[in-house]
């Protein structure tokens, strides 16, 4: 179980030490359009969207932060770090080997990994490395809001294949333990000043704009190839679990605007119950793995 330490004095809350894990899913390939049979296929893509940039989106968060870690000063933040860069690359190869099988479905797929990718490594190359930061903990902060999302009501994936099931949960569950590292090491290099908040939120602004402006068409190419587009009795599932009854997403846009709070802190959104799942987590993967 991880344990909690103070943060750096600019961030007067308490949050965990996260803790790097090993572990393997194996995915089964031939469930990859299927996965997730309570939500219909369209869910089933959406997750399956949203992968495609989680390996190079995670290289991209590792970079951002360890350009940093030579000038923390503060050594619990500095061992968070380490630990964040050690689950990202983690959470990288699980959805590597998640995509190698969406790849060889939707031909969309690797096409789009390579874009997001070549954008990426432009903004790395050609702005001020406080740029891929702010992107960072805005792009930390929207994925902490999925895991919230996923791990508050079970019936998110609920019905799913199990290994894909358990990908999810995983990647939830540390993305929640890890969720104000990026967060802290901002604070601890740019301090809390207007100059600051208005980069973080100029981050956010971009980020969701520049994501949703990319991902979305993907996704309805996907949807496309796989003769759900005009499905309606998907749709109507999607719409329940995102904005409707489930509501993924809806019942998350109050905390993605309180982004915009200048006192604002990624553990004003205490939900470090879930974390208590970890153990019992890992005996079922354990269990499962036997």
Do not use: C
């Not at 344990?3 to 790097?20: D, E, N």
């Not at 799913?160 to 999810?168: D, G, M, N, R, T």
């Amino acid at each position: 179980m991880s344990q909690i330490r103070k943060l750096s004095p600019s961030s007067q809350a308490a949050m965990l030490q996260p803790t790097r894990r090993d572990i393997r899913f194996h995915p089964p390939a031939e469930r990859i359009a299927d996965w997730h049979t309570a939500g219909g296929p369209i869910v089933t893509a959406f997750f399956n969207t949203f992968s495609i940039v989680l390996p190079v989106g995670e290289r991209f968060f590792i970079d951002s932060v360890r350009a940093y870690r030579d000038e923390i000063t503060d050594p619990e933040l500095k061992k968070a770090i380490t630990a964040f860069i050690g689950q990202e690359a983690m959470h990288g190869r699980e959805h590597e080997e998640y995509n190698s099988a969406f790849f060889a479905r939707a031909p969309i797929a690797p096409k789009f990994e390579s874009f997001v990718q070549g954008v990426l490594s432009r903004l790395t190359r050609h702005f001020p490395k406080f740029v891929g930061l702010s992107g960072t903990i805005a792009l930390e902060h929207f994925t902490a809001l999925l895991a919230d999302a996923l791990l508050r009501d079970a019936r998110v994936m609920e019905g799913a294949e199990p290994h894909y099931a358990a990908l999810w949960r995983w990647h939830a569950l540390e993305e929640t333990e890890h969720k104000a590292v990026a967060f802290d090491t901002w604070e601890a290099v740019m301090g809390r000043g207007p100059k600051a908040y208005f980069l973080r939120g100029l981050g956010l602004v971009l980020a969701t704009v520049i994501f949703w402006g990319l991902v979305l068409p993907v996704f309805l190419q996907v949807l496309r190839t796989e003769g759900k587009l005009t499905d309606v009795k998907a749709w109507r599932q999607f719409y329940r679990y995102n904005f409707g009854e489930i509501g993924l997403l809806r019942v998350q846009l109050r905390n993605y605007l309180d982004y915009f709070r200048p006192g604002f802190h990624p553990w004003d959104h205490d939900n470090r119950e879930y974390l208590q799942q970890i153990d019992a987590f890992l005996a079922e993967q354990e269990k499962r793995a036997a």
